[in-house]
């Protein structure tokens, strides 16, 4: 599975849009960009996912480059219980994530 | 509608201990995995299921055994517990559906191993 590079940490507002940015150069074209978030100690909770196109839900927006190297995970108005440990995750065989030690956002008052 | 539930939620081991945590879902997924967990650290896979009566082995399986002989039930032992063992454990169940492989995790079992 293609590896994924992310920022350690990153601080937000509550209230603006929180913009994370997630590296996975070396993805290859049948693999997924997921997105997962651990809030304290809790289990992983699944965010979207996408292949090539830009995906949008309840919770969040994923935007991925047209050549698919990098993407980013938009959190259009963050509030304090949005703070968590934010995972990106590339994966081609069915089932198999590999985390890595994501981000950790903290978004303040 | 339950999840994912573990049990225990904690528990407290001395060195050479054997224990059991039990994984069920009530969402009739196919799929189950067992992932540790280290402060500071992402999830690693220590063994995983592709339906009932099959496992098959993770990232790091040494030192533990998996067992899932009822579809809702996986079965994650510890034979002889070790410091090195000390982790939460995390079970997690998916369905089967393609390009939507997401995963439902449990709360997690803190175990101590002394």
């Known amino acids: 599975d293609a590896k994924t590079t992310q920022p350690p940490s990153m601080d937000c507002a509550e209230g603006r849009a929180a913009n994370l940015p997630c590296n996975h150069s070396?993805?290859?074209?049948?693999?997924?960009v997921y997105w997962y978030r651990q809030i304290h100690s809790q289990g992983p909770q699944y965010i979207i996912h996408?292949?090539?196109n830009n995906e949008t839900n309840e919770m969040a927006s994923l935007i991925i480059t047209e050549d698919r190297k990098s993407s980013t995970l938009i959190l259009p108005h963050a509030t304090l219980r949005d703070t968590a440990v934010y995972y990106c995750i590339v994966r081609l065989s069915w089932g198999k994530l590999q985390f890595g030690a994501g981000t950790q956002v903290v978004v303040t008052p | 509608n339950a999840g994912v539930t573990q049990t225990p939620k904690f528990r407290v081991l001395k060195t050479g201990q054997s224990m059991t945590l039990l994984c069920a879902q009530d969402m009739n997924h196919e799929y189950m995995y067992w992932y540790r967990q280290d402060p500071g650290m992402g999830l690693r896979l220590i063994h995983y299921s592709v339906g009932e009566g099959t496992t098959a082995k993770g990232e790091v399986p040494d030192g533990y055994n998996v067992s899932r002989l009822k579809k809702q039930n996986f079965l994650l032992g510890l034979e002889s517990a070790a410091p090195s063992q000390t982790s939460v454990y995390f079970c997690?169940?998916?369905?089967?559906?393609?390009?939507?492989?997401?995963?439902?995790f449990g709360a997690g079992t803190r175990l101590s191993v002394l």
């Open positions: 996408g292949l090539k």
């Open positions: 997690a169940s998916s369905p089967v559906v393609f390009g939507r492989d997401i995963q439902y």
């Open positions: 070396t993805i290859s074209g049948n693999e997924y």
